[in-house]
């Protein structure tokens, strides 16, 4: 019978370093070993997003994504099978939509704001990672992001910053810090937690091939 892959959830406020902490994992790794599944690939279209009092459209809400499906894409590719979809773009018009595979591996990795906090999801990890950084430092990472990756003006990047992104992180994502089992201070590195995990990962990859 085959063996259950190990399900390692990562999760921190936006600009603590989630995708930079998360690429650099995966370098050390065969890309057959690990799997990333990542809730940003999981929005609701535009349409579907509820806006707020100032008629600002919220993407950051736990029911801004399909959880539905993230949750079936994960239980999908821990039976061993290739899930394929469109990657979401994020409303960048110089962005170019391209078809993304999830594949299985012996250890897969669920990122996400709301990977805690939706319960469905929470039950299925096996390890819990949390990411932490100053505010400081988190809205400036911010800034960079959403000004060269997703083309949004630095005014709407300010205004979500501060009514749309600390408010959901302080409900959703930071109450759950106390539930992970590795806590990641990434003010100016994460080298050390980074060599902590990889080596965790290793010695399960070990115990995973040889039974």
């Known amino acids: 019978m085959k063996r259950k892959p190990l399900i390692i959830g990562i999760t921190g406020g936006s600009g603590t370093g989630k995708t930079s902490f ?20 999981f929005y609701k279209p535009r349409e579907e997003q509820k806006p707020d009092l100032k008629g600002i459209k919220n993407y950051d809400r736990p029911k801004s994504i399909d959880k539905a499906t993230f949750r079936k894409t994960i239980e999908t590719v821990m039976k061993g099978k290739i899930v394929r979809q469109k990657e979401y773009t994020f409303n960048n018009s110089k962005a170019v939509a391209k078809e993304i595979e999830f594949k299985p591996a012996p250890i897969i990795l669920v990122e996400g704001l709301y990977v805690f906090h939706y319960k ?23 800034i960079r992001r959403d000004r060269v990756e997703r083309n949004y003006p630095l005014e709407d990047v300010l205004y979500r910053y501060q009514n749309h992104v600390t408010p959901s992180y302080l409900r959703y994502t930071l109450p759950y810090k106390g539930e992970a089992d590795i806590v990641i201070n990434n003010n100016y590195h994460y080298e050390r937690g980074l060599d902590i995990l990889e080596g965790f990962i290793k010695q399960r990859l070990l115990d995973y091939t040889s039974k």
């Open 120 to 142: 469905k999801i929470a039950d299925l990890l096996d390890i819990k990672v949390f990411l932490e950084a100053r505010d400081d430092l988190k809205v400036i990472r911010r």
């Open 22 to 41: 998360i690429r650099s994992l995966l370098e050390r790794f065969q890309e057959n070993e690990l799997c990333l599944i990542s809730q940003d690939d």
